[in-house]
């Protein structure tokens, strides 16, 4: 079974600009979460999307958006980019199940994103 | 809220010697806890997971952990290491139940080195 994708892997932004960035979970994987990596700040939760529907988010700014689509796969956008932003970040998928889940969450490769 | 604490940045071993990387946690309620690694370059790689039962968790490569309720902790041990072990581990906790869904808090990280 193939693992957790995420494109791209490199982006290079300046400041002011946009960006997007994709996910593919495993799968029959309902749930998506992104965590953005820092040296300073570490892993930080940012969203959880399930069923098409933000069930959780973490304290990032509006800036911070995704979405999920009915197959799944998963977006998130930040836009009016910050050199702050510049960071690693992961999704990773989990079945989904409701509360009280015992689900594991798999994490992609990452997409590294550069604001210059 | 939940936290979790790694007190070692770094941790140095020699080959084939034991390897113990430690975390504590605190949560309002029983927690899931989870170790992950990281390898240059790469997404995080579930190792074991913590549910409920017994307090001594086998995981992937060899790995372990125990958990210890009185003292909140739940310590990655392998018996022997490998130069390839040397990675950064990531230990990580969500409460039960689940306020909403998957979302994990991260410790710090520990960057482990094995010296041949």
């Known amino acids: 079974k193939a693992g957790v994708t995420q494109t791209p892997r490199y982006l290079i932004k300046t400041r002011g600009q946009q960006v997007t960035l994709s996910c593919s979970p495993i799968?029959?994987?309902?749930?998506v979460s992104w965590y953005q990596q820092t040296p300073g700040q570490g892993l930080q939760f940012l969203f959880e999307?399930?069923?098409?529907?933000?069930?959780n988010k973490g304290n990032f700014p509006g800036r911070f958006s995704g979405r999920q689509f009915s197959n799944s796969r998963s977006e998130m956008n930040v836009s009016t980019l910050e050199l702050g932003d510049s960071a690693l970040y992961l999704c990773?998928?989990?079945?989904?199940?409701?509360?009280?889940?015992?689900?594991?969450?798999?994490f992609g490769p990452g997409t590294r994103l550069t604001v210059l | 809220a939940q936290s979790v604490a790694q007190p070692e940045d770094q941790v140095n071993v020699a080959e084939g010697n034991p390897l113990t990387v430690k975390c504590t946690y605190s949560?309002?309620?029983?927690?899931?806890l989870f170790w992950y690694v990281q390898y240059p370059n790469r997404g995080l790689q579930f190792l074991l997971k913590?549910?409920?039962?017994?307090?001594l968790v086998k995981g992937s490569y060899g790995f372990e952990a125990e958990f210890n309720k009185s003292q909140t902790s739940f310590h990655l041990k392998k018996p022997s290491a490998l130069v390839s072990d040397s990675a950064l581990y990531f230990c990580?906790?969500?409460?039960?139940?689940?306020?909403?869904?998957?979302?994990?808090?991260f410790g710090g990280g520990t960057r482990v080195l094995v010296k041949p």
């Open positions: 990773a998928s989990s079945l989904g199940s409701g509360a009280g889940s015992t689900d594991t969450q798999y």
């Open positions: 799968s029959g994987h309902r749930s």
């Open positions: 999307y399930f069923s098409e529907t933000q069930r």
């Open positions: 990580a906790v969500r409460d039960i139940p689940p306020a909403a869904g998957n979302k994990l808090t």
């Open positions: 913590y549910i409920t039962g017994d307090n």
């Open positions: 949560v309002s309620g029983n927690p899931y």
